[in-house]
């Protein structure tokens, strides 16, 4: 047997690990019934549908052959950049702020894209922390500090 597509082989193995992960490490908790869920229940679907869903694609690579279909060398220095935006928006949320981390998480992980311009950064930085502010705090009221500690009462 061949590898006719190997973008959608390994992306539906890819796919399949993940949801018997999921699966498998929601089966510590309660299950419960479709009348009354447990906080086993959802995962357990969703990895089942991954699985499903891996299954098929991996099926596909064997069956079909594209054009485009080899997979090219990764890049692991924009994962880096993306992964560091991620740790430094946990580390800069309770004293900088949901404001100032939201920017550098942002700004952080745009330096990783070969496409980086400042304007384009810091406008898409200020609509996702409008949004933001509007759905988490006033919205669901969450108590997460806004400002950095030197500027809250």
């Known amino acids: 047997m ?13 796919f399949i690990a993940c949801g018997l992960a999921f699966a498998g490490f929601a089966q510590q908790y309660d299950m419960g019934t479709a009348q009354r869920m447990g906080p086993a229940f959802f995962p357990t679907i969703l990895g089942g549908l991954l ?27 924009p994962l880096a950049w993306v992964l ?27 330096a990783g894209s070969h496409e980086f311009k400042v304007r384009e950064t810091v406008l898409l930085a200020a609509g996702l922390c409008l949004l ?5 705090i006033y919205g669901l009221g969450l108590t997460i500090p806004v400002w950095p500690a030197f500027l809250r009462d």
């Open 51 to 77: 699985v499903v869903l891996g299954a098929v694609l991996a099926i596909q690579g064997l069956a079909a052959e594209t054009l485009d279909g080899k997979i090219e060398k990764f890049h692991f220095g």
């Open 2 to 14: 061949r590898i006719r597509n190997e973008k959608d082989f390994w992306s539906g193995v890819m």
């Open 84 to 110: 560091g935006a991620v740790i430094a928006f946990a580390l800069l949320l309770r004293p900088a702020g949901l404001v100032v981390a939201v920017f550098a998480l942002v700004g952080i992980s745009a």
């Open 132 to 136: 933001v502010l509007a759905v988490f």
